[in-house]
């Protein structure tokens, strides 16, 4: 039997994906979860029927969610990501010694042990021993918290459903008050390539800029992405991403200058920084 999964994007545009088995298939208490193996991505996760990453692409999204910041913030220590429960983003986190805590928000448990069962090589760096995992809503989490973290990494799904909360005006103001004074705010901006998609991007936008003096965009190809096209949030409360780019950059694994430099200026994200 010849089997496909469709992710629909637009009513007239869906990713199909042949698919050779259904992995695993339940229902937490916040959303549905599968996983898929695929000839041409390998495994899949799938949350509420939208394909969140895939053992082919994850590492695109989860290296640029980090080393964008690692390679701005001249002196962190402690980051803070809210969602992550896959493990990709810890997993890079923990490439750099300089962390000494990495602090994980993920209210669904059984996403976690999922990842840990299909995908150990995202979810090894929910292993290292500076990062903790809580359990609860990460809005919720951010109202106790107070010039705490140099940077912090809004990694949540799609807004919809339990994590709507997370792409509003109060959790950006939330997230600018639990930074320390010179930190640094990552989050998914969507894809805007897509009409339907755009004016989402731009209202996003408009509501980090009115929480944090610089806010800029950067994007990435990630095939199973819509349009094979994602964005990247970048808001500091100090530091440009290009001006201040630190020494340390060309250090950094699987990153370099000239590529952050691209990433961060020019292109079609340049229209969302203004």
């Known amino acids: 039997m010849d ?19 259904q992995l695993y298939a339940g229902k937490s208490e916040w959303q549905d979860i599968e ?31 980090v080393h964008v910041p690692m390679a701005v913030h001249p002196n962190p220590k ?24 990495i602090d994980i928000v993920e209210p669904d448990e059984m996403l976690v042990e999922v990842c840990r069962e299909y995908f150990p090589d995202f979810a090894a760096g929910l292993d290292d021993p500076r990062v903790t995992i809580y359990y609860q809503n990460g809005l919720r989490f951010l109202r106790n918290c107070e010039d705490d973290y140099d940077i912090i990494i809004n990694d949540a799904t799609d807004p919809f459903g339990h994590t709507e909360g997370l792409f509003t005006k ?20 969507g894809s805007p390539f897509f009409d339907e998609d755009e004016s989402a991007c731009r209202s996003m936008h408009r509501k980090v800029n009115q929480a944090f003096p610089i806010s800029r965009v950067y994007q990435a190809h990630i095939p ?22 630190t020494r340390k950059a060309g250090k950094t694994p699987a990153f370099h200058r000239i590529l952050h430099c691209k990433l961060t200026c020019g292109g079609p994200s340049c229209c969302l920084s203004m």
């Open 3 to 21: 089997l496909w999964f469709s992710e629909v994007h637009t009513p007239d545009v869906k990713l199909s994906l042949r698919t050779a088995k």
């Open 35 to 65: 996983v898929l193996d695929t000839p041409a991505f390998g495994k899949i996760l799938i949350l509420n029927g939208h394909v969140l990453f895939s053992d082919a692409d994850d590492f695109v999204y989860n290296e640029m969610t």
């Open 78 to 101: 402690k980051v803070l990501v809210i969602g992550g429960g896959d493990g990709g983003v810890a997993q890079v986190l923990t490439l750099y010694p300089e962390l000494e805590q």
């Open 170 to 189: 109060e959790f950006y103001g939330n997230s600018y008050r639990a930074l320390k004074e010179d930190g640094i705010m990552i989050y998914q901006h």
């Open 224 to 245: 199973t992405s819509p349009a094979g096209y994602w964005l990247f949030g970048f808001a500091s409360k100090k530091y440009h991403p290009v001006k201040d780019l």
